[in-house]
């Protein structure tokens, strides 16, 4: 069982950044691949950013060279920084874990709680 935690979101304005975190419970967090997910009012959960086990990352192409998801094994955490920040970034955002990164949120056993970013033009 693991219990993921966020914190980090907010309101800012566009062009800003801001880092979102995600820490994990447990001793096996090194096992789980990690992703991020939003969802905005209307629209489905889509995914945002993952990163394996061994480190290899994988983005959405309308965050690509925008945003960047790492995780610290030491510290059970994982870490989503976003920069340059657009109004169409405004969603609910969640981290999740599974042994493997896969696309569909549905396949997901672990959740965060979800945090609001909110981004003004």
């Known amino acids: 069982q693991v219990q993921l935690v966020q914190s980090g979101g907010g309101l800012v304005q566009a062009g800003e950044s801001l880092r979102l975190s995600c820490a994990a419970s447990?001793?096996?967090?090194?096992?789980?691949?990690m992703a991020w997910f939003r969802q905005a009012p209307g629209k489905q959960r889509e995914l945002v950013a993952g990163?394996?086990?061994?480190?290899?990352?994988n983005y959405a192409d309308s965050v690509k060279g925008r945003f960047t998801v790492s995780r610290d094994n030491a510290k059970n955490t994982v870490y989503l920084q976003m920069n340059s920040l657009k109004p169409e970034d405004t969603a609910l955002y969640y981290c999740?874990?599974?042994?493997?990164?896969?696309?569909?949120?549905?396949?997901?056993?672990?959740w965060g709680q979800g945090t609001q970013v909110t981004v003004s033009s």
């Open positions: 999740a874990a599974r042994n493997i990164l896969v696309l569909a949120a549905t396949l997901y056993d672990y």
């Open positions: 447990g001793r096996t967090f090194s096992s789980y691949a």
């Open positions: 990163i394996t086990r061994g480190g290899s990352t």
